[in-house]
């Protein structure tokens, strides 16, 4: 998980923290749709939404961005999620110098707007009202979840040896008792925000560790 801090003109303490993930789905080279949701620091839904839109991948995820962003109303801390490297790298290296360039750079001899020109101004836009921390998360599937079975055993065998023998007078055991407010989601909700807090910048950047996700006792 990569983390690009983005700053902004306004001073955003004291304001509402926010959780924005953003997210897209190519159908075609052309066409996909689109989909944000925004949380509030506690985990509590504030809105949602999604459409299908013109645009290749990486425009759509971009939109998703520009939605979710125009849709908080007043100055809050916002941290970004995506899974899109075009929209976190750009955030952080390419908009400053586009902003500086009037979103326009030279090609051939003439000057044209860059790649999606429209939807990064309302995006600078909104930075300039909302302190803002993106996170680029990526994600690989490493296992499955089936066990290979064992040589020379059939699979009545494995089903029975894996498949806890119970009396059918035996007393039956409860649910599970209820995680507490320092579980792990609110471990690793607590660390995404950290970036948008009053921390200092070197301590928002610290490598994200396992213990991040280990219950506190």
């Given at each position: 998980m990569a983390n690009a801090r983005i700053t902004s003109a306004h001073d955003a303490e004291n304001c509402s923290d926010y959780l924005l993930v953003c997210e897209a789905k190519a159908s075609s080279l052309s066409e996909g749709t689109w989909h944000f949701s925004l949380e509030s620091s506690e985990g509590q839904p504030v809105f949602d939404a999604g459409d299908v839109d013109l645009g290749d991948l990486?425009?759509?995820?971009?939109?998703?961005?520009?939605?979710?962003?125009?849709?908080?109303?007043?100055?809050?801390?916002?941290?970004?999620?995506?899974?899109?490297?075009?929209?976190?790298?750009s955030l952080s290296d390419s908009?400053?110098?586009?902003?500086?360039?009037?979103?326009?750079?030279?090609?051939?001899?003439?000057?044209?707007?860059?790649?999606?020109?429209?939807?990064w101004r309302r995006v600078d836009r909104a930075l300039f009202i909302h302190r803002v921390e993106a996170c680029l998360v990526s994600s690989r599937l490493v296992s499955v979840g089936t066990s290979?079975?064992?040589?020379?055993?059939?699979?009545?065998?494995?089903q029975n040896q894996n498949s806890p023998s119970v009396r059918v007078d035996s007393p039956h055991h409860g649910p599970p008792a209820a995680r507490g407010g320092n579980g792990p989601q609110d471990q690793l909700r607590r660390w995404l925000l950290r970036g948008n807090s009053n921390a200092s910048f070197q301590e928002s950047r610290r490598r994200f560790t396992a213990e991040d996700l280990i219950e506190s006792n």
């Open positions: 990486n425009r759509l995820t971009l939109l998703a961005a520009v939605r979710g962003l125009e849709s908080i109303e007043g100055p809050s801390s916002v941290t970004l999620l995506s899974n899109n490297r075009y929209l976190v790298r908009l400053p110098r586009w902003r500086e360039n009037n979103f326009v750079w030279e090609h051939f001899g003439r000057r044209i707007d860059v790649q999606h020109a429209d939807l290979p079975a064992a040589p020379g055993r059939s699979d009545n065998q494995n």
